[in-house]
């Protein structure tokens, strides 16, 4: 079965450091992959996404992420953190192409430290 | 332009009751989905529909939840009987086309069902 694992259900960095939120997927073809945020009261956003061609994607808000397909991995990474980064992040993938019939990882929740 | 819509923001119902939980898509979005995140858990598909029909509605739990979009607008999705392990967020979602064009999925707020 298909599935997306998110490992660390809680990350911390300071403010100023390199955010990494791992993801890995296992998918028995190649899938869309997917990064959402969710600030607190809000709805999820679109981050980034990848689909096809160049397999390092930026997203908004300074957040990128590489699809490795030999290692089945899609890590979303920030430089630099800030203060309004503090949110839960989920990964996601769209096995069946054309739809967003999404498996999501259980979420990493980021908070960041003055 | 106004994005999805989620009426109510909370319920807490009693075991037994019946809730509805409403959904307002994006104006002229053919595609809604419906998606439930249990307790901390990864958030589940439930339901597609394109327009009025129900595409795919393989992730439903089982014959309690029935969902509806008639006239290709809004989506209702009822709960009757709620059963404790019901309590979650519900969320939905449009879009005008697919993935594939490049068409972004819009996510509601979410409606937290908490059933005691």
């Known amino acids: 079965a298909q599935s997306v694992t998110q490992l660390g259900s809680h990350v911390s960095v300071s403010e100023g450091a390199l955010v990494l939120l791992r993801c890995n997927y296992s998918?028995?073809?190649?899938?869309?992959l997917f990064w959402y945020v969710q600030y607190p009261n809000q709805g999820l956003q679109l981050l980034l996404k990848?689909?096809?061609?160049?397999?390092l994607v930026k997203g908004i808000n300074g957040f990128e992420a590489e699809f490795k397909k030999s290692e089945t991995s899609f890590h979303l990474t920030k430089p630099s953190a800030h203060m309004s980064d503090a949110a839960e992040y989920f990964c996601?993938?769209?096995?069946?192409?054309?739809?967003?019939?999404?498996?999501f990882g259980t979420g990493t929740r980021l908070k960041v430290l003055a | 332009e106004a994005g999805v819509t989620q009426f109510p923001s909370h319920s807490v119902i009693e075991k037994g009751q019946t809730v509805t939980l409403r959904c307002d898509p994006i104006?002229?979005?053919?595609?809604l989905y419906w998606y439930r995140r249990v307790m901390g858990k990864e958030i589940k598909f439930l339901l597609h529909?394109?327009?009025?029909?129900?595409?795919?509605e393989s992730g439903m739990p089982n014959n309690r939840f029935l969902a509806e979009r008639t006239g290709g607008t809004y989506s209702t999705l009822k709960v009757q009987p709620a059963e404790l392990e019901d309590s979650g967020v519900y969320f939905c979602?449009?879009?005008?086309?697919?993935?594939?064009?490049?068409?972004?999925?819009?996510f509601g707020s979410g409606t937290q069902l908490s059933v005691l």
């Open positions: 979602a449009s879009s005008q086309g697919i993935v594939d064009r490049g068409e972004k999925l819009f």
């Open positions: 998918s028995s073809v190649p899938p869309y």
């Open positions: 990848y689909t096809t061609g160049a397999t």
């Open positions: 996601a993938v769209s096995p069946l192409r054309g739809t967003y019939k999404y498996i």
């Open positions: 104006s002229g979005h053919d595609n």
């Open positions: 529909f394109v327009k009025e029909s129900k595409q795919d």
